[in-house]
């Protein structure tokens, strides 16, 4: 002991404490910049595993993941943005005119990206508010999609078609989310007027119960079908409108596979499906009786048209 504590006393410490030790200090420094970030980024994880396995739903699960991405990425942003700072400090830049700077400049900037600081803020509030999660089918700034990712900055959607569009949050103004706890499949079909509407009525009620009972479709139907009834009178259509409570995004599946079972229905019970046509009336006078249609008919060889005839 009495010699180690004789070769400590004889350490040329003014040797270490130049470059050296600063340089030992700024390693020091990213390594435990390192693992911190690694250490709290595996805490989060864990957080949120234990977060899911309480609330046992998918729900959950996408509002955990989509929670948890963002304060990962805030981890990452300030544990690196303080360790910067401290090597700075380190290699003798002071620190003060720079934050005095970066204060003036960040005035500078807010003033020109206003827009973008109102995506952070909108973008805050929209995780906080749990308006949206990942895995959700939502239409925002007029565009529609399922969410791949949301960050503070933007959220990113993937429409039908495979398009990947970035919407910034600021652009956000209303959330329409159609993957929330359960969806209603609206249906409204057309039927010809000379059709009766009870027994049209009774035919989908018929194609909404074999649907209930069926093994594919019915467990993701949640209630039986609920008929409203006549919708409106379109110009060659009687149209009725029905819906089913499903499954969050379930909708779109179940109002095809009901819409194919009731095109059958309708062509066993001979029901007639409307296609747009003109009816040419010519009215009637005063005295109730129909003036005459005046018809020319064309010769397919000849020099002229024939004298018009008139018709009643």
């Known amino acids: 002991m009495k010699e180690v504590l004789r070769r400590i006393e004889n350490i040329d410490w003014a040797r270490w404490s130049g470059p050296a030790l600063s340089a030992l200090r700024i390693v020091l420094i990213v390594v435990v910049a390192w693992v911190a970030i690694i ?53 003798g830049v002071s620190l003060a005119p720079i934050l005095g700077a970066a204060g003036v400049v960040g005035l500078a900037i807010g003033f020109g990206a206003q827009s973008l600081v109102k995506d952070y803020f909108t973008g805050f509030f929209i995780l906080f508010e ?69 027994e049209v009525l009774a035919a989908m009620s018929a194609v909404g119960a074999g649907m209930r009972t069926d093994s594919v479709f019915g467990p993701r139907i949640l209630d039986d079908l609920d008929i409203a009834g006549v919708e409106r009178f379109d110009d060659s259509a009687v149209v009725l409108r029905c819906r089913f409570k499903v499954l969050p995004l379930e909708q779109w599946g179940v109002r ?57």
């Open 130 to 198: 749990d308006q949206i999660r990942t895995g959700d089918v939502v239409s925002i700034a007029g565009l529609s999609g399922s969410v791949e990712d949301i960050t503070l900055r933007h959220v990113r959607l993937r429409d039908y078609a495979g398009n990947v569009h970035f919407v910034p949050n600021s652009l956000i103004m209303t959330v329409t989310n159609m993957s929330r706890l359960f969806a209603q499949a609206v249906i409204d079909v057309g039927v010809a007027y000379r059709e009766n509407v009870d």
């Open 39 to 91: 250490v709290l980024q595996r805490a989060v994880r864990s957080v949120r595993l234990r977060v899911v396995s309480r609330l046992a739903g998918a729900e959950g699960a996408r509002r955990a993941e989509t929670l948890g991405r963002v304060i990962r990425y805030l981890i990452g942003l300030v544990v690196s943005a303080v360790a910067v700072m401290l090597v700075l400090a380190e290699v």
């Open 256 to 312: 095809r596979e009901y819409l194919r079972r009731l095109k059958a229905a309708f062509d066993a019970q001979s029901i007639e499906i409307p296609f747009p046509h003109v009816t040419v009336y010519a009215g009637v006078d005063k005295r109730g009786d129909t003036p005459a249609m005046p018809l020319r008919m064309i010769r397919e060889s000849g020099d002229g048209p024939a004298p018009a005839a008139p018709a009643s």
